[in-house]
């Protein structure tokens, strides 16, 4: 009997040091187990091997799900499984309109995150920008920064020397005025 098919009979046998021992023993097989289901995923995947490795101890070595193995190639079965119910689930999960399933990733290179390219929403924006200046020239300011430079908001607190709760207040009121000027005249 090898060294791991032992440490799982003591875990078993209820023995609570031996899942200390198991993990140094079988890191690295479940790394490269995980490391290859997660090569069969989908590009843009969030999830590390690291991440799933220990996720799929915890649940099979977890004080809740103590099983037994009956030996070592039961043991990277159960692991295995335990890795794609994982990642099931989380398909699952990023499937859910809570967690953005209705939306399409796209790479940043093929949006056009500058001005709008109609030039009359660009005429409609520009009036509706000059009349927020004349009531609140900081907001027209953080507008300008925000929406022409891109920049942040954390940079635009920076740039105009307010707190970044402040800017935030400010952003939520400038697209409520902009909004209101552009849309329901």
């Excluded at 635009?156 to 800017?167: D, E, G, Y």
């Amino acid at each position: 009997m090898n060294e791991i098919t032992q440490i799982l009979a003591k875990i078993e046998g209820g023995d609570p040091a031996a899942a200390e021992h198991l993990l140094p023993l079988v890191y690295e097989e479940l790394r490269k187990l995980a490391a290859a289901r997660l090569a069969q995923e989908k590009s843009g995947q969030t999830l590390q091997a690291t991440a799933l490795v220990h996720e799929a101890y915890l649940r099979l070595i977890g004080p809740a799900n103590a099983q037994g193995f009956d030996n070592r190639g039961h043991f990277f079965s159960a692991a295995a499984e335990a890795m794609r119910r994982i990642l099931i689930e989380r398909a699952r999960r990023r499937a859910t309109a809570r967690h953005g399933g209705e939306l399409i990733r796209k790479d940043l290179d093929t949006v056009d995150l500058a001005a709008p390219e109609s030039a009359d929403d660009l005429l409609a924006l520009n009036e509706a920008l000059n009349q927020l200046a004349a009531t609140d020239e900081k907001a027209a300011q953080l507008v300008k920064l925000r929406y022409f430079a891109g920049l942040t908001m954390e940079q635009v607190a920076q740039a105009l020397n307010i707190s970044p709760r402040t800017a935030d207040r400010l952003w939520a009121y400038a697209r409520a005025f902009l909004h209101a000027e552009i849309y329901e005249k």
